[in-house]
């Protein structure tokens, strides 16, 4: 059965860093794409960044030029630097995967999520 678990989260002053981390197991096939989405209090959960398995990025725009994307596809994992933090940048993080898992009749491709992991910035 396909895992997500991410780690990383945490308090970090305004301003400051912090790299979350991925990493998908079980009967795994192949990934696409692999990404990072966020959720606030009370909003939605959005896009913040995402790269498919070529390496080709995309980025929410209230995070382009501060956060940066990146996956080791030997090791299913999928990394998110983010610098110059913002109060804004508040929510709990979700990791997501495109993949194909194998099963009894071959493989199901599918969208899985990893349990979240909370930002919090704030002086």
């Known amino acids: 059965q396909v895992q997500l678990v991410e780690s990383g989260g945490g308090l970090v002053q305004p301003g400051g860093s912090l790299r979350l981390s991925c990493a998908a197991s079980?009967?795994?096939?192949?990934?696409?794409?692999m990404g990072w989405y966020r959720q606030a209090p009370g909003k939605q959960r959005e896009l913040a960044a995402r790269?498919?398995?070529?390496?080709?990025?995309n980025y929410a725009d209230s995070v382009k030029g501060r956060f940066t994307i990146s996956r080791d596809n030997a090791k299913n994992t999928v990394s998110l630097q983010m610098n110059s933090l913002k109060p804004e940048d508040t929510a709990v993080y979700y990791c997501?995967?495109?993949?194909?898992?194998?099963?009894?009749?071959?493989?199901?491709?599918?969208?899985?999520w990893g349990q979240g992991t909370q930002l919090t910035v704030s002086s």
């Open positions: 079980g009967g795994i096939l192949s990934i696409y794409t």
């Open positions: 790269i498919n398995s070529g390496g080709s990025t």
């Open positions: 997501n995967a495109d993949l194909a898992e194998y099963n009894a009749k071959g493989y199901t491709r599918g969208d899985y």
